[in-house]
């Protein structure tokens, strides 16, 4: 899709041709001097339009436009969130074959939280997966342009939100791919891609020898159930002097999670395909870097394999030895991301990174938590902490900090390991955030368990592209500034 930002007044726009015009009415709206603006001040007078967030009034080849259709969308106070509703409303109800070019005008100067919202709703909206359909649907809008009369003022902020929607579209689209056409080879095959389109990112892919050799006995444990190789994706991008410590992402990516021998029930077993979103919204943030090339540097680090079950399964009781050295009884196979996680998060410390943060699609217990509405964050770090949650409030993709007092791991004691990678159910999300923390003394950590956030279930099953929105606002927010407001 192709967005562009203009500096055109209600009427400008007006005069646009396109298939939809969306006219977004904030309370308080002030007509400017000129006919269409007295119409639609008219319309809001009368009634038949209302700036209450996602109320509606459709228009047809209404005169004073060059618009086929018009839809005057109440945003109510103009916040991100109602700015939001509005559009996926409206949206909703234009959605047709014939909508290729969109035209979307704020009356009224705009603000940059409103067009963060606007150009996200719209992505999401438009968004549909294709890859293993044998005719595409394509959603059909390819052209959006969005007119503000103070446009120079919010061109940095389009800007971005454009090439966040790209990194979105990128994590949506590997999430969704079922697990037979996402294998850690596919994935390490699209990071590596990654690469070859921009210059400032290198992708390295270790295979089973090379994790071998590094050790990761925990990480090879989940895979030997399976046929499939496991991959070890490492990219980096390099915006800055190399003195710069990195920031480490570490993304889960089990592309897909049977369970292995403590089995998952049948029912929605499919929904495991998206057990690799950590891994993708890893491959979207650097998709958006590529494009906004920020001076920083970031690694990603991706564990991928399947968790399966064959005759060569890692079995409950099984003890293995991570890359750190600490001894692990696998109790529960299904408790497979924190095994995968915890040698990614000791390959990390050769990084000396200036922060690390785990994502993964980590419990089911943080779906109880949290819901489908913000993330887990787990975090000792009050700086990182306050960095995150105030990225996730900002790109509207939020999360919310979960304890982490040293109690909530005792489960995790055996006498047959130094921990056990499941302790009892009550707490969940927390014990297994508990067991992670014991791989991160080295560097501040933080871990998003995204169970909740990455995909939605039911008749719109699909990656919701989260939380590369949060993750890249974090990363592009000049760290003096996150520290200052320590
Ligand atoms: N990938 C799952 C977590 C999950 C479950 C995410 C449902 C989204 C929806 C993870 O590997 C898992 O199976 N976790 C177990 C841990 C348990 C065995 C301690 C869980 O949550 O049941
Ligand atoms: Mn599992
Ligand atoms: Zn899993």
Redesign the pocket.
């Known amino acids: 899709m192709n967005f562009e930002l203009k500096p055109l007044s209600l009427v400008e726009a007006a005069s646009e041709k396109c298939d939809v015009l969306l006219i977004l009415l904030a309370d308080g709206y002030k007509p400017a001097k000129d006919g269409f603006s007295a119409f639609v001040a008219r319309a809001i007078k009368d009634g038949d339009a209302q700036t209450k967030a996602g109320k509606l009034l459709p228009l047809y080849k209404h005169p004073m436009t060059q618009a086929t259709r018009v839809v005057l969308v109440g945003v109510g106070d103009g916040s991100a969130k109602q700015v939001r509703t509005g559009v996926i409303a409206a949206m909703a109800s234009v959605k047709s074959e014939t909508l290729k070019k969109l035209v979307l005008v704020f009356p009224n100067a705009t603000t940059a939280p409103s067009v963060r919202s606007v150009v996200s709703a719209l992505a999401d909206a438009s968004y549909s997966y294709n890859t293993t359909k044998s005719k595409a649907e394509e959603s059909a809008l390819r052209d959006v342009l969005l007119a503000a009369s103070n446009a120079s003022e919010v061109q940095a902020t389009f800007e971005r939100a454009v090439a966040v929607v790209d990194g979105v579209d990128l994590a949506k689209e590997w999430a969704n791919r079922p697990a037979n056409h996402a294998t850690p080879t596919l994935l390490a095959k699209a990071a590596q891609g990654l690469a070859i389109k921009h210059s400032k990112i290198t992708c390295e892919v270790l295979g089973p020898k090379e994790v071998a050799k590094l050790g990761m006995g925990a990480f090879m444990a989940v895979a030997q159930g399976s046929d499939e190789p496991l991959r070890f994706i490492v990219l980096k991008y390099s915006g800055a002097a190399r003195s710069q410590a990195p920031t480490v992402l570490v993304g889960k990516g ?1 592309t897909f ?1 049977s ?1 292995g021998i ?1 089995i ?1 029930p049948a029912a929605e077993m499919d ?2 395909k998206f ?1 690799m979103s950590g891994a993708a919204s890893v491959l979207g943030v650097f998709r958006t870097l590529a494009t906004l090339k920020p001076a920083i540097n970031v690694v990603g680090l991706i564990p991928s394999c399947e968790n399966l079950l064959n005759g060569s399964a890692v079995k409950p009781g099984d003890v293995v030895t991570s890359m750190s050295g600490q001894t692990i009884e696998i109790l ?1 196979t ?4 924190r095994l995968v996680l915890c040698d990614a998060l000791t390959y990390a410390e050769r990084f000396k990174p200036h922060a690390v943060i785990d994502i993964a ?5 943080c ?1 109880v938590a949290l819901g489908a509405v913000r993330s887990g964050l787990f975090s000792p770090d009050e700086a990182l902490v306050k960095a995150l949650s105030a990225a996730g409030d900002m790109a509207q993709d939020p999360c919310w900090h979960m304890p982490l007092d040293d109690e909530y791991g005792e489960g995790l004691k055996t006498s047959f390991a130094d921990m056990a990678n ?1 302790a009892g159910r009550a707490g ?1 999300a927390i014990s ?1 955030a508990k067991y992670l923390q014991r791989f991160t003394a080295k560097y501040p950590w933080a871990h998003l368990d995204i ?1 909740g956030t990455a995909w939605k279930s039911g008749a719109s099953k699909g990656a919701t592209g989260r939380p590369v929105g949060m993750l890249v606002e974090y990363l592009l927010t000049p760290r003096a500034a996150s520290l200052a407001s320590k």
Not at 334 to 337: H, P, R, Y
């Open positions: 089990i999670d369970g403590s998952k929904e495991m057990d529960n299904d408790a497979e991301g699609t980590l419990t089911g217990a779906v499941v969940g297994a169970a």
